[in-house]
């Protein structure tokens, strides 16, 4: 798993880990499918669109790396959630815009998982 892999799993783990509240709701793993759809809809995007979005990623990794001293994927659960919760208020437009992304895709997923085993 390369770098911006690794930053948006724990992105996308730190995003679920906030929205899932339904413990009826048996998820494989630590939300590794979240993960494994929100990288797979990054691939699909367009060259001029994907190649920024890795970039701003690695930003929020070197974001991580300057506040804390540690990139964003080897920090504590705590310590993500702050940092993400310190970003989507972001005083920079683009900081915000990355994480409502994130967010949007994890919702998406979230959402096609517990509709899948409601309607199974």
């Not at 390369?2 to 996308?12: D, F, G, R, W, Y």
């Not at 990355?98 to 517990?114: C, E, K, M, N, P």
């Amino acid at each position: 798993m390369n770098h911006v892999e690794k930053t948006v799993s724990a992105l996308v783990h730190t995003i679920a880990s906030a929205h899932d509240r339904d413990p009826t709701v048996r998820h494989p793993g630590p939300y590794g499918f979240v993960a494994e759809f929100v990288t797979a809809q990054v691939g699909r995007m367009t060259a001029p669109l994907r190649l920024p979005m890795r970039l701003a990623t690695c930003g929020l990794s070197v974001l991580a790396l300057l506040s804390t001293g540690a990139p964003f994927h080897r920090l504590a659960e705590p310590q993500r959630r702050r940092l993400v919760d310190r970003w989507r208020t972001s005083r920079l437009g683009p900081i915000r815009d990355v994480i409502r992304f994130y967010d949007s895709l994890t919702v998406i997923a979230l959402h096609g998982a517990r509709e899948t085993a409601t309607h199974g």
